[in-house]
């Protein structure tokens, strides 16, 4: 059974529909790109995975459970299964880099001193154990991002989900992200990327989920950034409304 599991999906905010009749699977250990314009449905979908938001129609399986049954005591226990890196989801700017990892821990595991070691590790994994006792407002953007993969990996997830990573990061910094990400993704993690940063998503050739105004309009495995999908798909829409 794949591990993310969207079945016929529709999320809608009132008369806004985020994302209509949206299907697919992706299986364990896969990379997979979320791409498409802003307002596309991208954050949503994300949302979604999490359990943070609930489909207003179809079925979403995580991990082998729906989501849509699933009882309110088993949703934190969900959610620890998934990594997020985004940047709405902040650093605690008066903690240390080392004790935002901490802070993230102490939901999951206890003892101190697997704690040092795990997030010593996840520090070392994003090349920032020297960066430990640093203040967030002492980092380079691109190591605060390799901070907030850092912390999303220190609880062991299944799933890495990336909400616009690169985004604010130079071309530099954004390369080496997701590099760290493809890395991860290369140790046997599925990891999902929402992402408009289209130079980056044609180089990594990876499967691309493209949405366009909450549809799947293209899902291809090794894809480029498939700008021309979209704009088609858009021309016909136009077209469509005007008849
Ligand atoms: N909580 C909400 N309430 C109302 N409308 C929402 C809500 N969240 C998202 N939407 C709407 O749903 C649509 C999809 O939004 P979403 O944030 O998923 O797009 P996105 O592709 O992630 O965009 P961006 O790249 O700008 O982050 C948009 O039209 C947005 O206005």
Redesign the pocket.
Known sequence: MAQIIFDHVTKK??D?T?LENVSFEIEKGEFVFVI??????????LNLIMKQEEATSGRITVNGRRLDIMKRRKISAHRSRIGIVSQDVGLLKDRSVYDNILFALWATEHGSAQMKKTAMRVLGLVGLVGKSESFPDELSGGERARVLLARALSTSPDILIAD?PTANLDPDASWDLMQLLAEVNYQGMTVVV?S?ARDLVTIMKKRCIS?VS?MVVADEKNSIYNQKATDIFEERRILARKK
């Open positions: 905010f009132g806004e985020a498409g314009r802003s307002g596309a449905g991208k954050s949503t979908l616009e929402a408009h949405l909450g």
